[in-house]
């Protein structure tokens, strides 16, 4: 019962280089989100998908992009990494879109310098 | 603009009494309240909810209660363990707005032995 897998779970990153934070889930969940915590601001939502080729934009969706190619799969790109974006980034599945009770993966703590 | 508040980050509670944990919210839209539990190095986890038409919610050592004229909610454990020891994360979301959580700064809470 694998839940949500996020990989990696560290991640260093120079200033201006990209990469893509990989999230799945084996629970055939319609409803995937991507979150970032940080020190004092709780967890903000970036960007959030409903289903397989549907995304939208969070409250922090800036310098991010994702994709939903399959209902398993829901990876966060950061096109070009800048020192704003260190942080912990989580990502959460539900099994539709009004259930609130979201399954959380372990976290990646995503570096840039 | 923080619409759900945790103003207290952090709380200390010997083992075997009760550990109250307080939110407060601004947005009269919101219709569903959730708090997670989150241990170092994992993503949250969910704990217990409750819907704006009720005032109470009742799990084990954990109950939750509601107030919506002062738009404040609570956790209560008793009595707390120190496997308890967690940052607790106090959300809620509106049918209005896509069930979307919006998440508060979180409590730290310690239970000492």
């Known amino acids: 019962n694998a839940g949500v897998t996020q990989t990696p779970k560290f991640q260093v990153l120079k200033t201006g280089q990209s990469m893509t934070l990989q999230c799945a889930q084996d629970?055939?969940?319609?409803?995937m989100s991507w979150y970032r915590q940080d020190p004092g601001m709780g967890l903000r939502l970036i960007h959030y998908s409903v289903g397989a080729g549907i995304t939208d934009q969070g409250e922090v969706p800036n310098g991010y992009n994702v994709s939903r190619s399959t209902t398993e799969d829901f990876p966060l790109r950061l096109l070009s990494a800048a020192p704003s974006q260190t942080s912990v980034y989580f990502c959460?599945?539900?099994?539709?879109?009004?259930?609130?009770?979201?399954?959380f993966g372990q976290g990646t703590r995503l570096t840039v310098v | 603009d923080q619409q759900v508040k945790q103003n207290s980050p952090s709380l200390s509670v010997q083992e075997g009494r009760i550990s109250i944990l307080n939110c407060d919210y601004t947005n009269s839209m919101f219709d569903y309240f959730l708090w997670y539990k989150k241990y170092p190095a994992e993503g949250p986890t969910f704990l217990i909810s409750?819907?704006?038409?009720?005032d109470k919610n009742e799990d084990g050592r954990f109950t939750v209660f509601l107030n919506k004229s002062a738009k404040h909610l609570s956790l209560h454990i008793v009595p707390s363990q120190p496997g308890d020891s967690a940052v607790y994360f106090c959300?809620?979301?509106?049918?209005?707005?896509?069930?979307?959580?919006?998440f508060g700064t979180g409590t730290r809470l310690a239970v000492r032995p």
């Open positions: 629970m055939n969940h319609e409803y």
């Open positions: 409750i819907s704006s038409i009720k």
């Open positions: 959460a599945s539900t099994e539709w879109e009004g259930s609130a009770e979201a399954f």
């Open positions: 959300a809620a979301s509106a049918k209005s707005s896509g069930d979307k959580l919006t």
